[in-house]
């Protein structure tokens, strides 16, 4: 058995002087929403890439659209993994 948690987390990457008027026209304009989205300046953007794990907070299922934020799985073998509770919307 295990069990799964969703968490909001910030993520962090260094844009390169050269590029720094480019990413906010790009992010203004809603073409960078993400740190895979800002891919689009190339790989060397995600050079410095860092995850805050120190920013992590915990998410309710009624700020996940009702989607489950907790899952208890049973694993009884690798081919039978099945959810036996989660704590989303029941409607």
């Known amino acids: 058995m295990y069990a799964d948690f969703k968490i909001?987390?910030?993520?962090r990457i260094t844009i390169p002087k050269d590029l720094e008027k480019e990413f906010?026209?790009?992010?203004?304009?809603?073409?960078?929403?993400?740190?895979?989205?800002?891919?689009?300046?190339?790989?060397?953007?995600l050079?410095?890439?860092?995850?805050?794990l120190d920013t992590s907070s915990i998410i309710k299922p009624e700020n996940n659209g009702g989607a489950p934020t907790i899952e208890i799985h049973s694993n009884e073998n690798e081919l039978k993994d099945k959810i036996i509770w989660d704590n989303g919307r029941k409607d």
């Open 8 to 11: 909001t987390v910030w993520e």
């Open 24 to 45: 906010v026209i790009l992010a203004k304009t809603g073409k960078i929403y993400s740190v895979d989205s800002a891919s689009i300046l190339g790989n060397r953007i």
């Open 47 to 52: 050079e410095k890439y860092e995850l805050l």
